[in-house]
């Protein structure tokens, strides 16, 4: 993920949007947090004019969804992927950000947010 960022700010990107999860921290003694949090501190040092890091919670990937995750589907509040891919999209091209934690150049975006595009 950092590699890409990299990449995309050596050809010329401005707005980066990149995709985590809810607690995401570098801090965690979950690994899935931990590696979560670290790339996201990997490319915010990357330096974008403006980064947005998206903590969509639980993801409903639909029919593409595996069996464990369908059960827990059942029993927390979930996001559908393409409302995701919707939020991410126009945060980027309008700047909007629904009220999302804005600080420096950087807009983290929770599920309440996200779910308003």
């Not at 990107?13 to 995709?19: D, E, G, H, I, M």
């Not at 991410?88 to 595009?117: C, P, S, W, Y």
Request: contains cysteine; charged residues 15%; hydrophobic residues 45%.
């Amino acid at each position: 993920v950092v590699s890409f960022a990299k990449l995309s700010k050596a050809c010329g990107v401005t707005c980066f949007s990149l995709l985590t999860s809810a607690g995401a921290n570098a801090n965690s003694w979950f690994l899935y947090m931990q590696t979560k949090g670290e790339a996201e501190e990997g490319v915010k040092a990357v330096g974008f004019d403006r980064l947005h890091i998206h903590h969509p919670g639980m993801l409903d990937r639909g029919a593409k969804a595996r069996t464990n995750e369908r059960m827990v589907l059942w029993l927390v509040p979930s996001t559908p992927v393409a409302q995701v891919a919707r939020a991410m999209r126009l945060a980027a091209l309008t700047g909007e950000t629904h009220g999302a934690t804005t600080t420096g150049n950087v807009t983290v975006f929770d599920t309440k947010q996200i779910q308003m595009f």
